[in-house]
């Protein structure tokens, strides 16, 4: 028989205390497993959005729109007069944003890395009703959409073709075959797309010159759409380089963009990760607490044991056991109940985010408990340890 | 073997002063069979608790095997209650959580010695209860709960057996067991020393050591039929 199987066969036989000395524990570790469950659920959110959204670098023309704040609370973006970026500068964006990804990894392929897909916005009437049609780099952009898929017809090919959004195609009646005026140009309606949830639902894609030639706009772009297709890529130092290089336009990196987001959601999340920490340090205090009632209820057990040989050490280990298998117990059931909360709690604040348990965060749970658990035994311990066999008998 | 000299032991202080034994010297030699008497509060378990190094003295030596024990650290009486001394107490002091078998490989277990459950099973054999190895302390009758403590007392092969009124809580028959058990002990060799208010039982023993307001008024030592 081993000291831990004393321990474990002690500790069957006071389940309830146990489990009481280890609420403390299990308090403090729901509070930290529901925020970081939370938190975490709303950064995947803010990603996925971001995923969807295809570029990680965006470039617009300077002076496009103007940004409407006060002070640093940013209340979005006006929109004025018409800018455009010429279309020759796309080799020189193409070389800036290889150039720094071939930097980054350390190779020195000489094709085209980074997918630049431009792209001409215009608003229009097609059969009296207004739509945006959008000129684009077929297979730049395929390459950029890769979520994108034709429902019906085949995808843009030819200058005269047209590819038309669900709910674009629906509204205006769009049958592939349709010819449709674009401003005078004439196209074909070749594919329709499978609905996608975005406003790209209600545009109509065109080839680039051909919204180019339709709209009198040869040359000109509205903005320009960068995917650098790896995680490790430095999106925000290409933004600076096109910053830098280029007067007249202006690179964003949509990590920025999320990073704005993600910062709020970060400060949030710092505020209730203090406050879980202050409820683990009560709870805490609460373990020492029950700790050191069992050590007053378990005196003459003690007694016994040190008058059958057991040393101070021992004693001292003993408490530590029943720590570890308090903060064990506790890790468990709060990792278990943190997780229940989340999934509570987590659509409520980001309104119908799906929340998913987190594996990684289990083996963190526990370890964090027992430091606690056993953090808070180790006066009940010494105490304990302290103990003397004839005083422990007499005071029965 | 064992030799107490001029001992005292006080609690308390000033005018809650108690003064629990006064001057008491004792020798216990191999084979011996003592029974320390006296009434209630005559200081009887005091004195078998600093024999066992259980409690500290205020004055005189305690010397086990040649070597004084009374001022010795934690650590070197937890070696002697590891080999040399055993315990056996009125209230058994078993472990409720564990059962008899596992009452007895406690002492080993403190020991680091931890697959020694045959060893542990033979002597519950000696006490006779190898049928009840398995229960736990609730499920067994005092008798049987003081043989389960015996038993935990001779795992470690002790060459003195301190027992405290070993029989104080059994009736007349099933005291008498554990007495002949004791007696048997005590031709193995082992000295014992026993504490017991009850004449009777004192009888069991070779030498009678009688306590009284924490002095040694009288000793009988039966082998001999001598007053010394």
Request: charged share 20%.
């Amino acid at each position: 028989m081993k000291l831990y199987q004393v321990v474990v066969k002690d500790i069957m036989r006071r389940k309830k205390r146990v489990l009481y000395a280890s609420l403390g524990v299990v308090i403090g570790i729901t509070t930290i497993i529901a925020v970081l469950t939370i938190a975490l659920a709303g950064q995947t959110n803010i990603y996925g959005q971001l995923e969807k959204y295809g570029a990680n670098l965006i470039v617009m023309p300077a002076i496009s729109d103007i940004d409407i704040g006060l002070g640093g609370l940013s209340l979005g973006t006006l929109a004025v007069g018409d800018n455009y970026i010429f279309e020759d500068k796309l080799s020189e964006i193409r070389q800036i944003s290889d150039g720094k990804i071939r930097e980054a990894l350390g190779i020195e392929d000489e094709g085209d890395i980074a997918t630049i897909a431009p792209k001409l916005y215009m608003n229009t009437k097609v059969n009296g009703t207004f739509v945006i049609v959008v000129g684009v780099d077929p297979q730049e952009e395929r390459q950029l959409k890769t979520w994108w898929k034709v429902s019906q017809g085949k995808y843009l090919e030819a200058q005269d073709e047209a590819l038309v959004g669900a709910i674009a195609a629906e509204l205006l009646r769009f049958n592939v075959g349709d010819k449709i005026t674009l401003n005078g140009g004439e196209v074909t309606i070749t594919g329709i797309l499978e609905e996608t949830g975005s406003n790209e639902d209600y545009q109509v894609f065109v080839p680039l010159e051909t919204a180019q030639q339709a709209f009198d706009k040869e040359g000109l772009v509205s903005s320009i759409d960068i995917r650098a297709l790896c995680n490790a890529c430095p999106t925000s130092e290409i933004a600076s380089a096109i910053n830098e290089n280029m007067p007249g336009v202006r690179a964003v990196a949509v990590k920025q963009i999320a990073e704005t987001e993600m910062g709020m959601l970060e400060k949030v999340s710092k505020l209730l990760l203090a406050l879980a920490a202050i409820t683990l340090a009560v709870g805490c205090f609460g373990v020492v607490n029950t700790m050191t009632t069992s050590v007053h209820e378990r005196i003459k057990d003690i007694g016994i044991m040190k008058a059958v040989g057991a040393s101070r050490n021992q004693v001292i280990k003993i408490f530590f056991y029943e720590a570890i298998i308090v903060g064990v117990a506790g890790g468990l059931l709060g990792y278990v109940a943190g997780t229940l909360l989340a999934y509570i709690i987590g659509p409520l604040i980001f309104g119908g985010v799906a929340v998913t348990y987190v594996p990684q965060y289990f083996l963190p749970s526990l370890a964090l408990a027992t430091l606690i658990a056993v953090i808070a035994s180790v006066y009940p311990a010494f105490r304990a340890s302290k103990i003397k066999v004839a005083d422990s008998f007499r005071s029965l | 073997m064992l030799e107490i000299k001029n001992i005292s032991k006080v609690y308390g202080e000033g005018t809650a002063k108690v003064v629990a034994l006064n001057n008491v010297s004792l020798r216990v030699n191999e084979g011996d069979f003592v029974a320390v008497m006296g009434p209630s509060g005559s200081g009887k378990s005091t004195l078998l608790n600093i024999i066992g190094g259980l409690d500290h003295i205020s004055s005189g030596e305690v010397i086990l095997d040649g070597e004084r024990i009374d001022n010795l650290d934690e650590n070197a009486l937890v070696d002697i209650r590891r080999g040399k001394i055993a315990y056996v107490f009125q209230q058994y002091h078993l472990i409720p959580s564990l059962t008899a078998l596992e009452n007895v490989l406690l002492p080993l277990t403190f020991c680091g010695a931890d697959k020694k459950d045959q060893k542990a099973l033979d002597i519950l054999k000696r006490v006779g209860l190898e049928k009840r190895a398995e229960h736990k302390p609730s499920q067994l009758s005092g008798g049987e709960q003081q043989r389960v403590a015996i038993a935990r007392a001779l795992v470690n092969d002790p060459s003195l057996i301190l027992a405290d009124e070993p029989t104080g809580n059994m009736d007349r028959k099933t005291g008498k067991e554990i007495l002949a058990l004791f007696e048997q002990l005590n031709k193995e060799g082992r000295s014992i020393v026993m504490v017991t208010h009850d004449p009777e039982i004192a009888g069991y023993a070779k030498e009678i050591v009688v306590l009284q307001d924490g002095q040694i008024v009288d000793k009988v030592n039966h082998a001999g039929g001598n007053k010394c």
